[in-house]
């Protein structure tokens, strides 16, 4: 979400014709080659707008460590939300904590640069730190891979290495001989900074020579605080902590001594510390925990999760943790889909990411600790957009942690100040980014495909409370008027449809349970997508609290202060995908409907109509491909029985938005949802409605991908004559049996088999006419 | 400590003649009257410098609830230290913690103010709120007692009482009929406040409609947290929540709904609730606790120390509370005597506080969360004022708290980031204001008193650590030169003998514990104070690193930048209470001592000599009464075989410094120690040394006076020819046998028995030669 329009020109020349050579050439590459290990590429996303991050990391973890190039100032901060862009020269540090593809940021805690020879910093500003310390680096000198990140800074000849466990971020810096080695630590800095963003910090080294810290930030989580602790494999010679700030006007304040390097702890707004360890004859290791509970609980935290400082055993821990994680899925395909294909499930398994010490410990929404009890819990969470793809992905790929992820957000709720589920959350506070409750659906989806490691009873109440919580986004009136009305809430027809969705979901997990009552309130409000839809312009529009809708009316209009969410009447009103066959109804039946999804994909749109609007990308057509509410709508041309075309526009997609480059993602991956549309795709399916457990048929990319599941299971995907000559789906068998419906369920996933398809060369306008469309299966999966 | 000087011009003029009528007039009037209780006055000490508060409180209690009348910023803040100034005529509201008697402050933490009509807030800035809802008042409308506090706010018609629990605040605010009651509560304003003060806040309406929130504020001690919880006995018919502070710039934080009066929770850095009742048909009760560690753990003081809303039983505890603390002494006194002593008395057991949660979680130094095991743990450390005489005090009356005390002084030690004793700690966080490790003496001063309840090993430790924390005001140099050098640290001749001191008392115990190698240390470290005293021109000076005195030298010279704290070397070249013979030594002999001591109280002194310096008040000559560096000079003619002096220029500082009015505090009352001195005069004896368990002798200023101490025991001091023309001791009496020596010992005290002054109209220079000195009493108390 969220950027200036980067409009990527010479899309619409790419599209179909041009890319059908590129799959030629693709196929008659190397078909298994490298390990899915070694096919990830940190890289990819790291320039333009993917908005991801170089550095070290494990599934779901804590910590993310990696290297800032930049963390300018608000104003200039999109291009920097990870804090690396690929087009930089120079790094300023390596800080521990990152999003992966968000829009809007923050983190960037607990920098760190090490320093050959003489430290000379200039003192800077609260908000411009760092000119005194930044290193140039060259792109060959790097190396990441999963879990793992070297650079060479040149500016000092020291090889930065960095890897990660669950809860420690592990450095390794080699120095060259003769010039004494630093450590510097900068409590300053952040991801989208600006002055006074550092509420309060504090600076300690113990007696052991630990060093620990922490700061409350007011940033998109407002007065979060994150704690760190920190130990050197080698003595301190000396160490020196600063506070930049001036004119504190307190009296008294000075601590014991007045020596910088006497100081044993300090606490402002502007703190520093530089660590001496004069001249090495090995590599300095650092190893650092953070935590967002206390300094005690990082100590714990690195205590237990960070024994010893062999950086190469944890550097191989933590490739076998991914090694684990990717080898849910294998693969036969030519190098560069692999390559793309688990870079994309690596980018897909960073979030959630745990918040959890090793006590048990987490904060709430509430910024209060909390003990998880039977779980573990995580935050992150980019819901708006991953409730759609990566969220369905994990249920299939890793229900385990489903279970926690479910725990997570009912625990969440239990100690909001709202009672309600989180909506954009991070180190378990929360942000009130975007719209609709889709905490909602990511529970429905997870209980209709068995997933049951929780309190179902608490989650229900919790996505009841979420859905009927008043103050919340015009729910208020939503409940009342059956919409969300403009003159009361911007952006009032994304959220009526949000809403409606949302509710469908609810309905269905709430029958399931034998929860009728609640079913049916919530299944009569799935309906609500009609109060806003209007049937005389074939367009989803906002109304108003009288009734009528808001006029004048520009189809094209898009932004803050429009009756949309980061999009416009083409892009919105498609979101009805629990209910496609109602909409193929209000826009006049199916031909009607199809022609006007062409007009969507087929639009010559004038590049300056979203000149004022954040965040679309990936244009084609209307077709909004970096945008979340576009990831459905190539497949609902299924519904209407010309499947022919969805496969022609995911070629299109797929050959367009997603290269495997540092710039190969052409909008913000979105903590994984970005990555897991393109798994779904490049598999064949993809889960238009979650909590339906229908997977929509779009077609393979892949010639055989085999999904390895909890259980033993295996479903292989796999296809005949996969090239660019035969770029539509013939036939398609499921277990060798012939299959024309254009959806799979998640049932005859899970129990494994295998799905394949004949490629042709024409379109098939004799299969998949039985499209997945209400009603959907009301039947859950067995736990 | 700490004020722009005020003196008292006539105070000359009004010492030995003039005060022996007053002493005459008293005499005459009533001897029992009125209860303990009612002789309580907190208004005493409310204006001028005092710096008391007239809210409520309970002994030793979390909470301070009291009127604030200003909070202005930091350069005018002096006067405004407890939040309260008699001579104002409005009040801006009611907060939760103050200070009893700082110089520098701090807190005034969650002040609400009840409204009555229409709420109509000027919205002020952040660093000058209040300007809409202050309410003015007239002193005839105020009651204040201990434990309770009422006014009538003139501008609302609103009656406003309060009183206090251990851990809660109660409020009754009575609303003039037909006049909508609200409760404004501010998180914005702070006693010594400023721009930026208040980094972070939070406010929750919880559905159950308690509030709960909290602030974290960058003052005294930084980076402070404190939270609270309040319920109302009356439903809230609406609320708002308003955060006053514009121009946040991150993105996307707006919370649920956009309207003040739908929102549950709210975080920033300028919060402001107003809670709506409508028409109240009975008074409004609000309870508030407070927590220094998590809104949790308020809501579990609330839970636990506030159940019900019965305003009257819980002003009746109060009262109950204060009776029992304060029946530790009867006296046989005239009104005005019998209202400044037990006054004195309720002012020295307001503090130190208690500052740990009903389930034992306390915040210690490490600004982290900790558990008192097998003690309460209190903070509000005033040590540099505290040690001399407050302290000592509590020994006697409350050594049971003692207990808890020391207990609590090395709790904060061990989570200490320096691993050293509180210096002017509170709520758990150190100021690192004013100099020495007085804790040490503190420690001693219990144990020699054969107070026992606490790890007296671990106190040892702690005390040795801190007497050798080389960073901290100097000591490194300390122990390598034998005294502070004033090129390296500000104060040094201060710090050299009040270190001195402090070595001094640590010997004692740990002689008496056996460990006669530190015992050896620290006595040799006690007479440092020799290497700081320059014999030629008599007076304490600070010496240079390279050994030679600072040039030029001018003893009446004081403040920062010179050789003293908060004093000159007239006032502070006396302090050497652990040897004062060695002093009378240093002096050239014990009549050149006595004309010396003479020449202070005696001495022209122009007032402008100290308009630069903060806080010496209280003159008598070079004599500073405000200043506790001069609380034990009174009592040195006594070492020097002159008692009579002694007793003459008691009668001079207790008939200038002390009347039962507001403005009857010449100088702070410095958490009791102003008044602690005032107890044990009256009384008739002062610990010069504590740790040395003897008093030395004054005379007694009550007629009889019986200290009820623990186990039973009753020690009665009583006095024959108590009259203004009797002013000096004639002849003394321990349980009927003759007392020549000048002081009185600690076990002969906690034994029981009767100490009787017969008074006479002459000096008896024949009694007391036996005066208190070196060497003191080695021999400690039995547990």
Redesign the interface.
Known sequence: M?STIRLRRGLLAAALCLALPALAAAASSDKGGTSAYAAVDPMIGTGGDGHTFPGATVPFGMIQLSPDTAMPD?KHAYKWAAGYQYGDSSILGFSHTHFSGSG?SDLGDVLVMPIAGDVKLDPGSPDQPGSGYRSRFDHKSEKAEAGYYAVTLADYDVRAELTAGQRVGWHRYTFPKGKPAHLLLDLRPSI?D?D?KV??S?L?V??DGTVTGGR?T???A??RQLYFAMRFNQPLASRSLKNRETGV?????????N?AE????M???ALEGVFDFGDLGKPLIVKVAVSSV???NAIANLDKDGAGFDFDARRAEARQSWEKALSTVDLVAPADTRKTFYTSLYHAMISPSLSMDVNGEYRGP????HTAKGFDFYSTWSLWDVYRAQQPLMTLLQPAKSNDFVSSLIAARQSS????LPI?AYQGME????IGYHAVPVIADAYMKGIRGYDADAALEAMVASAT?????GIDDYMKLGYVPIDR?PEAASKTVEYAFDDWSLAQMAKAMGKDDVAATFSKRAGNWKNSFDTKTGFLRARKSDGNYREPFDPSSAGYGSDYTEGNAWQYSWYVPQDVAGLIDALGGKDAFVKKLDSVFDAKVDPKSFAHVEDITGLIGWYAHGNEPSHQVAYLYDYAGQPWKTQERLVQIMQTQYTPTPTGLVGNDDLGQMSAWYIFTALGFYPVAPGSNQYVIGRPFIEKATLNLPGGKHFVVSADHLDAKHPYVGKVTLNGQPLDRTFVRHEEIVAGGELHFTMQATPAKDWGQTPASLPYSMTPSAP
Chains 1, 2 share one sequence.
């Open positions: 969220s608000v809007h989208y600006y006074g509420l309060w504090s300690r113990h007696a409350t007011r940033g998109w407002p007065g006007p307190y009296k008294g304040f000075s601590g014991p001594g020596r006497d100081v044993d702890a606490t402002g707004r206390s300094e005690d509430d910024n209060q600790v100040p709202f009672g309600i954009w942000t009130w980014c975007m919580y008043g103050p919340y986004g809430q």
